[in-house]
């Protein structure tokens, strides 16, 4: 994921408890530049998704910011590695090694305490793919595992990404059931949609 990612990943996830962020205590946090936040914060600006005033912003549209950020997601440029595991995905989700981040349609099941639709494919974020290639082994069939690269701040969500990554990488997945994830995403976490 780009850094500005990050940065509205982060607003959308403590902006619903705080909408008032400072600049440079989010640059601090994740050891970018002030340029960088300024670069994530001006497009929402643009937006009216936020309002600028001195050193700080406020949140003034939450949808805006989803739905910019999953405007602009490209999911498929941080797979680093994809295989086809001939097994159900509950069972290719159980054999995962420890640390991996369940993202997508494994993530919205366990965010949602249940799946809205059958899913055929496993989405899972990890630091290095080496772990999950020894599970399961490079196939030359169609893949229905799919290992993005996590970046470093993820894991403090937990073993699922957080609800707003979660709607953003189901908004850019083609399957026919990703609708019904992202409807149930949206009816339990964004009722303003």
Same mark, same amino acid.
């Given at each position: 994921?780009?850094?500005?990612?990050?940065?509205w990943?982060?607003?959308?996830?403590?902006?619903?408890?705080?909408?008032?962020?400072?600049?440079k205590k989010?640059?601090?946090?994740? &050891? #970018?530049?002030?340029?960088?936040?300024f670069?994530?914060?001006?497009?929402?600006?643009?937006?009216g998704a936020v309002t600028?005033?001195?050193?700080?912003f406020?949140?003034?549209?939450?949808?805006?910011?989803?739905?910019?950020?999953?405007? &602009?997601?490209q999911?498929?440029?941080d797979?680093?590695?994809?295989? &086809?595991?001939?097994?159900?995905?509950?069972?290719?989700?159980?054999?995962?090694?420890?640390?991996?981040?369940?993202g997508a349609?494994?993530a919205?099941?366990?965010?949602?305490?249940d799946?809205?639709a059958?899913?055929?494919?496993?989405?899972?974020?990890?630091?290095d793919?080496?772990?999950?290639?020894?599970?399961f082994?490079?196939?030359k069939q169609?893949p229905n595992?799919?290992?993005?690269?996590?970046?470093?701040?993820?894991?403090?969500?937990g073993?699922?990404?957080?609800?707003?990554?979660?709607f953003?990488?189901?908004w850019n997945?083609? &399957?026919w059931?990703?609708?019904? #994830?992202?409807?149930?995403?949206?009816e339990?976490?964004?009722?303003?949609?």
């Amino acid at each position: 994921m780009k850094k500005i990612e990050l940065i509205w990943r982060e607003i959308l996830e403590t902006g619903v408890k705080n909408p008032v962020f400072e600049q440079k205590k989010l640059a601090q946090k994740f &050891h #970018f530049s002030t340029s960088t936040v300024f670069a994530a914060v001006s497009p929402l600006r643009h937006i009216g998704a936020v309002t600028v005033t001195g050193r700080n912003f406020r949140i003034t549209n939450l949808e805006k910011i989803l739905l910019y950020w999953a405007t &602009h997601r490209q999911l498929n440029k941080d797979i680093i590695y994809q295989t &086809h595991v001939d097994a159900p995905v509950l069972e290719i989700e159980g054999l995962m090694p420890p640390h991996t981040i369940y993202g997508a349609y494994c993530a919205a099941r366990r965010l949602l305490a249940d799946a809205p639709a059958d899913y055929e494919m496993v989405y899972v974020y990890a630091s290095d793919a080496l772990a999950i290639q020894k599970r399961f082994p490079p196939s030359k069939q169609s893949p229905n595992l799919f290992v993005l690269a996590a970046d470093p701040y993820v894991a403090a969500f937990g073993p699922v990404t957080p609800p707003s990554q979660t709607f953003v990488d189901l908004w850019n997945l083609p &399957h026919w059931y990703a609708k019904d #994830f992202l409807d149930a995403v949206k009816e339990k976490f964004y009722g303003f949609l």
